[in-house]
């Protein structure tokens, strides 16, 4: 008797296992949209991308572990006020981020190029944070010189954020568009 119960028992998980992944098939994502983007590897190529004559000298990732060549894994648990106060993501932007943030920005000036990359709690939002962030950054108070223009774009569930020079951040941004991110916002760094 308890092993036709048993028997019954594997029988029933082992159904419920495989009936389970009969479901319905989800659409094919379309390019941009691919919620398995890692934000590493997106800088990564985009930042390959770039030829040696569009090519800056950039540090990636935090202070503890600045990586002076490549963007890098950037710990915001660790660093929070510096992420905060360098890549203008308030403090209410920042709940809605998760996973690996990732970021790349000019060792001389971080007005001249300043971008990260990180997964949000909620994709269906980003339009929501693009806006939030373009706010944060047209009233940003500069100290030592001004940025020319702010970017956000998506990936699947990668938000892309950018502001500095003009001529780098296009080339950043088309990068990205090439890499098949989807522009949010390109808009002025100064309001007025």
């Known amino acids: 008797m308890k092993r036709n119960k048993l028997l019954l028992l ?6 419920t296992v495989i009936l389970g992944a009969c479901g319905e098939k989800k659409p094919a994502m379309q390019p ?12 990564q190529k985009v930042w390959s991308s770039f030829g040696d004559d569009e090519k800056f000298p950039m540090a990636g990732g935090d202070f503890s ?3 002076m060549e490549n963007p890098d894994v950037y710990d915001v648990a ?5 992420f905060i106060s360098t890549f203008l993501v308030s403090e209410d932007m920042l709940s809605s981020i998760t996973g690996d943030v990732v970021t790349g920005m000019h060792m001389m000036n971080a007005n001249t190029f300043c971008g990260a990359m990180f997964k949000l709690t909620d994709a269906s939002k980003a339009s929501d944070f693009a806006e939030n962030y373009k706010k944060a950054v047209q009233g940003n108070q500069w ?13 699947g569930d990668v938000i892309v954020i950018a502001y500095g020079e003009d001529s780098i951040i296009k080339s950043f941004k088309d990068k990205c568009t090439q890499a098949d991110c989807k522009l949010i916002i390109e808009a002025p760094a100064l309001e007025g």
């Open 32 to 43: 941009g949209t691919d919620a398995s983007v890692s934000p590493l590897d997106l800088f």
């Open 10 to 15: 594997v029988t029933l998980v082992v159904a």
């Open 65 to 67: 572990k600045a990586n």
């Open 78 to 82: 660790t660093n929070k006020d510096s």
């Open 143 to 155: 100290m030592c010189g001004f940025p020319d223009t702010v970017v956000v774009l998506s990936c």
